[in-house]
């Protein structure tokens, strides 16, 4: 288990890496519906219906009919998902840190250059780059 995933499993509830997903992408997203949200994380309908649920339950989801359309039901993260998502960023940054301190003083600047490699490769092949 990384550092990062035992930061997330240390955290109170406990998120699956898919929940934490979900969370996030309505955090970024405020207001999306049931089935972009699915699209977004790449799960079905109904699977990502259960999945609010059991964040609904936990106090980190609150599902509301939308204003222009009734039948429509829209998710937003609640203030108690905003802080719990808000702790795991927190812990994750702790984590990599206590990680990046052991990294030798002289590889540091490659460490740096192989990071800002990597982000500019995944910014390249984001799902947006290709539409």
Known sequence: MDACERA????????????????????????????RLADEIGA????????????EAAGLLRRDRADDDRREIVLTVTQHGRETLELLSERRTRAVYEV?????QGQGHELLHGLQAFAQAADGASPSHGK
């Open 8 to 35: 997330s499993q240390s955290a109170s509830p406990r998120l699956s890496a898919l929940q934490l997903r979900a969370l996030t992408a309505v955090r970024g997203c405020p207001g999306v519906n049931l089935t």
């Open 44 to 55: 079905t309908t109904p699977a990502t219906s259960r999945l609010c649920d059991r964040l």
């Open 100 to 104: 990046l301190k052991h990294v030798p």
